[in-house]
């Protein structure tokens, strides 16, 4: 990572990363400032949360995820993982022993679901019962667990460690479909509502070469492969195309998305409002939905059904590198 001969920006001492979209270079302990600064920039311009709210951190094992998990805990923020364990192969064994070996380390609070033990079914079955691709089921039972947890412990926000590139790439993909319902919600902080969490994503601000470079400098081991199933994402292409621009023109991106959310979302507002239709309480587990039988249960009913699929058998040509 280190810049040979440059220096960092603040200090003169000798730069460990340069970040074109600043013009500049930083050394180790400037980088980690320049995160710091940027989540909590975040965090109040968002008015994501506050230093009493108790804080549910959604972790994958990944570098985001345990970022921004280690920036809160440093901030002084009361925050606990959640970790699901999705049955998607070596992956998710690998990423559980991550997010355990953190947690263990640091004496935080790790609440743990797995979907195979808990409900029946995992992440590759449910994507071969549905006959969508494994994405869909996986974001849904994720969603889910996540809103539940937060709710039966009590907690006051769900965070996500999804950085700039992720919510451009994704910013980008709603875009070029002109999809106004997703794009009016998609937003760093989401307030809660008819039974859901507030969620907030507190490293918008930040790329993932600099949430790489946090773990790296704090010493966190996190794994480093991506889920096996993501290499058919379409956000992986528009991340991409993204970094195409970037190279050419540095802090476009950041352009790209945060005049979006400061110039774009507050027009859309009354689409979000009208898109938040009427809900009930599904019959089975109480959760918000709007038929009588929420999705994740019906999930839940046909995956559950199915017997075992292994993960090689969903890869198919999309998922294999
Ligand atoms: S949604 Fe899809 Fe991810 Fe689930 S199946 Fe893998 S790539 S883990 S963020
Ligand atoms: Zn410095
Ligand atoms: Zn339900």
């Not at 790439?169 to 969490?197: C, I, K, M, S, T």
């Not at 600099?210 to 994402?233: F, H, M, S």
């Not at 929420?294 to 059904?305: D, H, I, K, Q």
Request: negative net charge; hydrophobic residues 40%.
């Amino acid at each position: 990572m280190a810049v040979s001969g440059s220096k960092c920006k603040s200090c003169k001492a000798p730069a460990v990363i340069d970040l074109p979209r600043h013009n500049a270079n930083f050394c180790a302990e400037h980088l980690l400032q320049l995160c710091r600064r940027q989540m909590a920039k975040a965090i109040d311009d968002y008015d994501m949360f506050g230093p009493d709210d108790h804080i549910l951190v959604a972790v994958s094992g990944g570098k985001d995820s345990l970022a921004i998990w280690d920036m809160l805990i440093e901030a002084g923020y009361r925050a606990d993982g959640f970790y699901v364990g999705l049955g998607i192969g070596e992956y998710s064994e690998e990423s559980g022993q991550y997010v355990r070996a953190f947690a263990e380390q640091r004496g935080l609070t790790l609440l743990t679901v797995d979907l195979r033990d808990e409900y029946g079914y995992d992440i590759p079955t449910a994507a071969r019962a549905t006959k969508r691709v494994p994405c869909s089921s996986c974001g849904m039972s994720k969603r889910h667990l996540f809103d539940k947890a937060a709710k039966d412990g009590g907690y006051d926000v769900v965070v996500t460690g999804h950085n700039l590139d992720d919510e451009a790439a994704v910013l980008l993909g709603n875009v070029l479909h002109w999809d106004v319902n997703y794009l009016a919600r998609q937003l760093p902080v989401l307030e809660a509502r008819n039974g859901f969490p507030r969620k907030a994503k507190p490293l918008v601000r930040l790329t993932e070469r600099e949430t790489a470079a946090w773990c790296l400098i704090r010493g966190i081991d996190y794994l480093v492969e991506e889920c096996p199933i993501a290499a058919g994402n379409r956000h992986l292409h528009h991340k991409d195309i993204l970094n195409a621009i970037e190279q050419e023109s540095p802090s476009t991106k950041a352009a790209f998305y945060l005049n979006f959310i400061e110039n774009m979302s507050p027009l859309l507002a009354e689409t979000t409002a009208a898109a938040q239709g009427e809900l009930h309480h599904c019959e089975r587990c109480g959760a918000p939905t709007t038929g009588e039988v929420c999705a994740f249960c019906r999930l839940v009913a046909t995956a559950g059904a199915h017997e075992p699929v292994p993960v090689e058998l969903v890869l198919g040509k999309r998922g294999r590198r």
